[in-house]
Structure formats: C-alpha cells, structure tokens
C-alpha cells in the first residue's frame, strides 16, 4: 500500500525591521486577523513576479508611507518555523534598514496605525515570531 501525502502549501512573504540611528523600530498595529489589534512588523506577500527585497520595499510603503530603495534592505533571515502563523504555512524573509529619525509615517494597507517605539520599551507582545526577528536584528 501507497501512501500519498498531500503537498502543503507554502505562502511566501516578507518583513521589515525599520530603525531609526537612536534605536526606535518602526510597528503597525494590525487590522485584520490573525493577531487583529497586535503590534506587527511592516510586511506581507511577495507578489508573482517580485523578489521578496522588492515585496518587503513595496510593504514598507504601503502599509507605513516610508520609501526606501530595495537595495537599502540588508536581508536578516529566514524564519519558517511550521507553527509561526496560525493561518497555515508561511515562510518569510527578513530586511532590515536604517531611516532618518525624522521619517514621517502614515499608517495605510493593513495597519490601523504605525508608530515608532524605542527598542527598550516595546509592546508586551508582538505578533507572529516578530520579536525573534526584531532581536535577531538589532544583535551586535
């Protein structure tokens, strides 16, 4: 007897650590399920057709109002523990980036606001896995 398993599906997105040089990071506070009302970092899907630097540029964007160049995105890392969305399987690749202290920010896509939070006194809690993201960021 044969067993067949069925593929899974695998959703790829990106995410976005905005700091500012005196050490604030740049959150959205979610509107939409999972985590509705938690405090995310910037991201979303990849686009057919994108690069996952191009879609977390894109994101940044569209969900806070700050542009940056893809090639200002320094990749971080991969997180795709099987567990890290409770909608299913999702992949995501990390940027990070460096913007003025003065970026202004207007929350738009999928935020019900964005905010800049200094990195030693962030939300109690954070969506996803972000806080493994955001730390492996900021570690020297």
Do not use: K
């Not at 991201?43 to 894109?58: L, Y």
């Not at 090639?71 to 099987?82: A, K, N, T, Y």
């Not at 999928?110 to 492996?136: C, M, Q, V, Y």
Request: charged letters at 25%; hydrophobic letters at 40%; aromatic letters at 6%.
């Amino acid at each position: 007897m044969t067993v067949t398993e069925t593929p899974e599906t695998i959703r790829y997105t990106a995410d976005v650590v905005a700091l500012t040089p005196g050490g604030d990071v740049l959150l959205i506070e979610r509107d939409c399920p999972p985590y509705e009302g938690a405090w995310a970092l910037p991201g979303g899907h990849v686009d057919p057709g994108e690069t996952s630097r191009v879609a977390a540029a894109r994101e940044l964007e569209e969900e806070t109002g700050v542009r940056v160049a893809a090639d200002e995105l320094r990749q971080i890392g991969v997180w795709d523990s099987p567990g890290r969305d409770p909608r299913g399987r999702y992949v995501t690749v990390a940027y990070a980036t460096v913007v003025p202290a003065t970026t202004r920010i207007t929350a738009g896509d999928d935020a019900r606001t964005a905010r800049w939070w200094p990195l030693d006194n962030l939300p109690e809690r954070l969506a996803f896995d972000h806080a493994d993201i955001l730390s492996a960021a900021t570690a020297s």
